[in-house]
């Protein structure tokens, strides 16, 4: 069973597109996150959900719209893709009740803005 | 502010030669600190954590940390190298208040040299 699961892979688009990323996790995780990978591997904090309520929001440009139904999943829309954002994002997951909570990772999605 | 220094981008090794790859982080309170491997186009996998239980963590094959307080870091060893050790560590350190993020270092690329 995948613990932290997102689609698509792969996302290979045109700019100026919209397009959607999903992330579900079945660990009973009441809290996930969004993360991009650029080409150097940095990784930086987008976002973060615990119970559907926003709790990080870093300064991230608002063409990136999270959305989360319930606390199983975690959602990333993008509007008006531009060159930039092509990179890796992952979406993790944890509990938020002590510091010693582990993250557990997706696999990743690569997209591609042509 | 809480940080975390990854004081090496790559480091290369023989096969079967120890490896170190080091962290140093800055925090204000006694926090958690984690190490994450990232192989080749897949995500992150826990290695291990330290959580003030013991100051020597074992994690999955093969490596290890030790938590020096009075040096502020959290180095990972490896006695002997495998080839399949070749990726990306990143050193995470998660401050015990203020906030709900965990912070990554910039993560060192290791290559073991056959």
């Known amino acids: 069973d995948t613990a932290v699961s997102q689609t698509p892979k792969y996302l290979v688009t045109q700019m100026g597109n919209d397009k959607s990323i999903k992330c579900e996790q079945n660990?009973?995780?009441?809290?996930m996150y969004w993360y991009k990978q650029d080409s150097k591997k940095f990784l930086k904090i987008m976002f973060s959900?615990?119970?559907?309520?926003?709790?990080i929001n870093e300064t991230v440009p608002n063409r990136f719209s999270p959305k989360s139904p319930d606390k199983a999943h975690l959602n990333l829309h993008i509007n008006s893709l531009e060159l930039g954002d092509s990179a890796v994002y992952f979406c993790?997951?944890?509990?938020?009740?002590?510091?010693?909570?582990?993250?557990?990772f997706g696999p990743g999605t690569r997209l591609l803005v042509l | 502010a809480q940080s975390v220094t990854q004081l090496d981008s790559h480091v290369s090794v023989s096969e079967g030669t120890p490896v170190l790859l080091r962290c140093n982080y800055s925090?204000?309170?006694?926090?958690?600190l984690f190490w994450y491997v990232q192989h080749p186009n897949k995500g992150l996998q826990l290695l291990l954590k330290?959580?003030?239980?013991?100051?020597l963590v074992k994690g999955i094959n093969g490596f290890e940390a030790e938590f020096k307080k009075s040096e502020t870091s959290f180095h990972l060893t490896k006695p002997s190298a495998h080839m399949s050790d070749a990726a990306e560590y990143f050193c995470?350190?998660?401050?015990?208040?203020?906030?709900?993020?965990?912070?990554f270092g910039t993560g060192t690329r290791l290559k073991v040299l056959a």
């Open positions: 959900y615990n119970n559907k309520e926003l709790i």
């Open positions: 995470v350190v998660r401050p015990t208040s203020g906030t709900y993020k965990y912070i």
């Open positions: 925090s204000s309170y006694s926090p958690s």
């Open positions: 330290y959580t003030s239980a013991a100051t």
């Open positions: 993790a997951s944890s509990h938020i009740r002590t510091v010693q909570e582990t993250q557990y």
């Open positions: 660990l009973g995780h009441d809290t």
